[in-house]
């Protein structure tokens, strides 16, 4: 992942959270099925990219353990590791702050 896209990302995230503050907050003080169902979904989301995240980083692996033999460069490849880590929380990021964005205002 390159600089501009890294800082996009660390910025959606920032984002993110500030447009989620308020809902954590109303959650915990006047509590409904909409905002317990969104509180839910912060959580579950977080794991299922943490675990496509583990799959993703394994298939790659395999993918540069298979590329080592052509003499590729082993600071490339845990390179491409590590993009393919990020990849589905960068993935959910970027959608929270659209989701985010047209439903709240901050």
């Not at 909409?34 to 794991?47: D, G, I, P, W």
């Not at 496509?52 to 390179?79: D, I, K, N």
């Amino acid at each position: 992942m390159g600089p501009l896209k890294q800082f996009e990302v660390n910025m959606a995230a920032a984002e993110t959270i500030a447009r989620r503050l308020p809902v954590l907050w109303w959650a915990m003080m006047s509590p409904s099925p909409q905002r317990s169902a969104e509180m839910l979904r912060m959580v579950t989301e977080k794991q299922q990219a943490f675990a496509e995240g583990l799959w993703e980083m394994q298939l790659q692996m395999g993918r540069e353990m298979l590329r080592f033999w052509t003499g590729q460069s082993v600071a490339r490849s845990a390179e491409r590791v590590n993009d393919a880590a990020v990849a589905p929380a960068v993935t959910r990021v970027l959608a929270n702050r659209r989701r985010l964005r047209a439903r709240t205002r901050i």
